[in-house]
């Protein structure tokens, strides 16, 4: 696999840093005198997407803006910036829905990027005014077209794509799922897409860190998590970190958390696979994805040793003991895919890993390797969708568990919040200046989306009861924000009487609905 790393926000830019540092000091010391090309480990290349300029070009030492100099590598990229300051579309999506596009830093809300990509994609009126830009729906395809280059979709060399977010802040996944859609509507429906998303720790201690107060980070982060699982034809695997444990394991320190998720994941995006074993991502894509209708969670168990004679049984012991970055039962997983570096016998890996999870056939466990250095032996393993116990939710350390409190906090944020969630106060928790009520239309459509009959809140509901139960998968309906099913013709959608058709992903969503309603039943579609 040769990825393209794309990091999506502050996080996932400081991430992606440590992906795509030169590994060559001394060409890199020497780049402005021979042009000497940036080396990093696999050939990975990759991107930073940010929506705040200031903290790009201020607080930001790596990576460079590609305007002034295209020559220059790596980039950093403000989607928002294709739109000028008062073009027709920029105050056209201010005056009818109150959203200021060219905000700064946008709202840290995980709402607010999938409303403008709702908009962009819905609303005839705005599509139209975006006519003389990239586009129809600039700000998304010009976030596509910074990542493009690097892949084999363009004329770089990457076959495959990892995306970097936070799971707790609004930048992150509100990229994802569109770039993934432009991927998809080319007809490359098994280009590989991956996301490594950190899920935002517990406790009012991150609440300065992390730019919001708990409450509002669990909601951000559950919202991500819920497009993410329920988009069709969307990323290939979620892995899954949890913050609260690798910041435990970091001793506490941000700095040492994303250069560890970069040692992690070395197995999988380092180079010199073994002989006649170099899988292409596609093969590492269609195992991920086999079976299952719904992107899956891949949760990451790593361990790194001393080479020694059979290290398997170590390597696995120890990944499963000391190494899981998210908390999980491995014995409920319906597949692993193991990524190893080092003298590793595939063999006695598939051994090791069915004495730890008997379920596993020789099938549902694939083994990649490459060769390391000269002193460790290294394994990453992930584990697809390892939840489902009835009843594990009560249990501490489990995925249900976490994910059960992470639900809990946030259906409290939404009972406890209503006037932030819909707008009324404005776009800041602190600031006076930056308040801006959103209009009554974008309000109906945020309530309905948040409070409604089948709104997130109720649907978080019945997701909990599905952990608690032991049901595989805990999202499985769609949501959007402006629902032309709920929304109808006229001034309380988005749409108005001008659209009659559904878009592509309207009929998708529709599809999908009619398909839960009739299991729901007890049919079959």
Request: charged share 25%.
């Amino acid at each position: 696999m040769r990825l393209c790393i794309v990091g999506i926000g502050g996080t996932g830019g400081k991430v992606a840093q440590e992906f795509l540092g030169n590994e060559d000091l001394e060409s890199f010391k020497l780049s402005g005198l021979t042009c000497g090309e940036h080396i990093t480990s696999g050939g990975i290349k990759g991107v930073w997407l940010e929506s705040d300029e200031n903290d790009a070009k201020n607080k930001n030492k790596f990576f460079k803006d590609g305007r002034e100099n295209p020559s220059d590598y790596p980039l950093y990229f403000i989607p928002h910036n294709v739109v000028p300051d008062n073009h027709p579309v920029h105050v056209a999506i201010n005056e009818k829905y109150g959203y200021d596009i060219k905000k700064q830093g946008y709202v840290r809300d995980a709402q607010y990027l999938k409303a403008i990509f709702e908009i962009f994609e819905d609303d005839p009126v705005i599509k139209a005014k975006a006519q003389g830009l990239s586009s129809t729906n600039p700000i998304f395809d010009c976030a596509w077209a910074a990542v493009r280059p690097y892949t084999t979709m363009g004329k770089g060399k990457c076959d495959g794509v990892l995306f970097i977010i936070s799971l707790g802040g609004g930048t992150g996944t509100g990229f994802v799922n569109p770039i993934v859609q432009h991927i998809r509507s080319t007809g490359k429906g098994d280009y590989p897409v991956f996301v490594m998303g950190a899920l935002t720790e517990e406790g009012t201690a991150s609440d300065r860190e992390q730019y919001a107060k708990e409450g509002k980070r669990n909601l951000g982060a559950i919202s991500s998590l819920y497009d993410l699982l329920t988009k069709g034809e969307g990323v290939d695997g979620l892995i899954l970190v949890d913050n609260q444990i690798l910041l435990q394991r970091c001793e506490g320190d941000y700095t040492l958390a994303n250069r560890y998720l970069h040692q992690i994941a070395l197995p999988l995006v380092a180079a010199r696979d073994y002989p006649g074993e170099k899988p292409p991502s596609p093969a590492v894509r269609a195992f991920c994805v086999e079976g299952w209708s719904f992107p899956p969670i891949l949760v990451p168990c790593y361990a790194k040793i001393k080479r020694r004679s059979n290290p398997e049984a170590a390597l696995v012991e120890e990944a499963f003991s000391k190494g899981c970055l998210f908390g999980c039962q491995p014995e409920d997983a319906d597949k692993a895919a193991v990524f190893c570096r080092g003298y590793i016998d595939s063999n006695e890996i598939r051994k090791a890993m069915q004495a730890r999870i008997p379920r596993l056939t020789d099938d549902q466990i694939a083994v990649w390797r490459k060769l390391g250095d000269n002193r460790h032996d290294e394994v990453l393993i992930l584990l697809r969708n390892p939840y489902g116990s009835p009843g594990a939710c009560q249990k501490e350390g489990t995925l249900e568990w976490r994910l059960h409190r992470v639900m809990t906090s946030a259906i409290g944020y939404i009972e406890d919040h209503r006037s932030d969630l819909l707008y009324i106060k404005g776009y800041s928790e602190s600031s006076e200046k930056d308040e801006l009520t959103v209009t009554d239309e974008t309000r109906n459509a945020l309530d309905n989306y948040f409070y409604g009959e089948r709104g997130l809140k109720e649907e978080l509901k019945l997701a909990m009861g599905r952990l608690e139960g032991g049901e595989k998968p805990f999202f499985n309906r769609p949501l959007r924000i402006f629902d032309l099913l709920k929304a109808g013709h006229g001034s309380a959608g988005p749409m108005g009487d001008e659209c009659a058709e559904l878009t592509p992903a309207q009929r998708a969503m529709i599809q999908r609905m009619i398909q839960e309603e009739i299991k729901s039943m007890g049919l079959k579609a």
